[in-house]
């Protein structure tokens, strides 16, 4: 079946310009997250989306980011006036959703792979 | 060990031998646990998941232990292939849905032929 599906999956853009990164989950999801990648790190969790409520925005480093998801579904991540430091490879993760003590696994995209000149 | 900065800890271990990767948790109160796998250019791939009532779950050649006295968790691989090799991170996340997952840095494994 179809996965977590991001683009695009490379970007390069000059600093100080805006990037908009998009996220289509797992048809069903309804949990949605975003985290970063720095070259040969672990991820650093940015943003959570679970259904109608609020989004966990707890996780984002500062704020040039930001993130929407409509209709419940499909997600942006936008970087504004980006900056060197925000190279890095943005993934996206989607799971079924909350449920009272029920873990569920979150599926990963490939990412998009960022890079700021 | 820790890593610092590109250098991952490495694993390599020879086709067909069993593989251990360890990972030290840093919070007490996560109640979840999960592994995955990821090969250069790709997503994290969920592997296996453990909740803390739990010591040891069993997958598809996998094994994954925890001891919560030690906030210890470590994955088992048997008979590792060629394909094992990747790069392989433990998260922890909170009882209640994991919506927040923290990740460890990551431990390289090479599968020798």
């Known amino acids: 079946g179809a996965g977590v599906s991001q683009s695009p999956s490379n970007k390069v853009t000059e600093k100080g310009k805006d990037v908009e990164l998009r996220c289509d989950p797992i048809s069903g999801h309804t949990a949605l997250y975003w985290y970063r990648q720095s070259l040969g790190q672990g991820l650093e969790f940015l943003i959570y989306?679970?259904?109608?409520?609020?989004?966990?925005k707890s996780g984002l480093p500062s704020d040039r980011f930001s993130a929407e998801r409509t209709g419940g579904s499909v997600s942006t991540l936008t970087i504004q006036r980006t900056q060197q430091e925000d190279s890095a490879v943005y993934l996206c993760?989607?799971?079924?959703?909350?449920?009272?003590?029920?873990?569920?696994?979150?599926?990963f995209g490939d990412g998009t792979r960022l890079s700021i000149l | 060990g820790e890593s610092v900065g590109l250098h991952l800890p490495t694993l390599s271990v020879q086709e067909g031998d069993n593989s251990i990767i360890n990972c030290a948790y840093s919070?007490?109160?996560?109640?979840?646990f999960i592994w995955y796998k990821q090969e250069s250019g790709k997503g994290p791939q969920f592997i296996i998941d453990?909740?803390?009532?739990?010591d040891k779950r069993q997958g598809q050649r996998v094994t994954v232990l925890l001891n919560k006295t030690v906030k210890h968790l470590s994955l088992q691989i048997a008979a590792t292939q060629p394909g094992d090799s990747a790069v392989y991170f433990c998260?922890?996340?909170?009882?209640?849905?994991?919506?927040?997952?923290?990740f460890g840095k990551g431990n390289q494994v090479v599968v020798i032929p």
């Open positions: 453990i909740r803390s009532n739990m």
């Open positions: 998260a922890e996340g909170d009882a209640y849905g994991n919506n927040r997952l923290a």
């Open positions: 919070n007490s109160a996560s109640d979840y």
């Open positions: 989306f679970q259904g109608n409520s609020a989004p966990d």
């Open positions: 993760a989607s799971s079924p959703g909350q449920n009272s003590y029920s873990n569920q696994p979150q599926h």
